[in-house]
């Protein structure tokens, strides 16, 4: 079993729909989680963390987190064909020592 | 500026060269890691540093060395490549704590033939 998994997709959404990313972690002893968006040929940047159970808003991007089910997932709300990227769940584990990416969801955002 | 570079961002090889990638960060932190990406397998950890004398192996670290030359400076070796290195590296820094946002390069696309 991989320590944080994620559907590879793609993801496919009409513009202007709630674009809905899961991902589920291996470690119960995990503290802090990470949402990363890569557009294709570029380096992965930040959209939001999260360490709380429960929901955090940030613009169009909501992060869910529910630790006992170890699950966390990144809604985007009116989707832009700008959004169209990959995206990476990622999870720093117990003493944060390191963070573990998964593999990443596709989204395609169509017009 | 960009806060972390990484040099070269392109490279082909052949199999047996020794290659050295680099990695400069101009926003301070003391912890700075080597990554791979290959399609469909995500970021793969090589190798990551907690400071200038702390250097740790990650998931995949045969076959590559690195050297923490300064808190802004961490270069990764690869002594003689062979094809299945051929993937796009990305260095990246961090500031530790429990929200420990990673801030990538550009990436160095390595290709061994």
């Known amino acids: 079993q991989k320590e944080v998994e994620q559907n590879s997709g793609p993801l496919s959404v009409p513009e202007g729909a709630i674009a809905s990313l899961n991902c589920t972690y291996s470690?119960?002893?995990?503290?802090?989680f990470f949402w990363y968006r890569q557009y294709s040929g570029k380096s992965p940047e930040l959209i939001m963390f999260?360490?709380?159970?429960g929901d955090k808003e940030d613009g169009r991007f909501t992060a869910q987190l529910n630790k006992a089910s170890q699950y966390v997932s990144l809604l985007i709300r009116d989707s832009q064909p700008s959004d169209s990227a990959t995206y990476l769940c990622a999870v720093n584990g117990a003493g944060g020592f390191k963070t573990i990416f998964g593999a990443g969801t596709r989204l395609f955002v169509k017009a | 500026d960009a806060d972390v570079t990484q040099t070269p961002r392109n490279r082909i090889t052949k199999t047996g060269k020794r290659i050295m990638l680099e990695c400069s960060q101009t926003?301070?932190?003391?912890?700075m890691y080597w990554y791979r990406q290959d399609p469909g397998l995500g970021l793969q950890l090589i190798y990551y540093?907690?400071?200038?004398?702390?250097?740790n192996k990650g998931e995949i670290s045969d076959g590559y060395s690195v050297s923490r030359q300064a808190q802004a400076k961490f270069s990764l070796s690869l002594e003689s490549a062979i094809p299945n290195q051929t993937a796009l590296y990305f260095c990246a820094t961090g500031g530790g704590g429990i929200a420990d946002t990673q801030y990538f390069g550009p990436g160095t696309r390595l290709t061994v033939l």
């Open positions: 540093s907690f400071d200038v004398k702390d250097i």
């Open positions: 470690d119960r002893g995990s503290q802090s």
């Open positions: 999260i360490y709380s159970n």
């Open positions: 926003k301070g932190h003391d912890r």
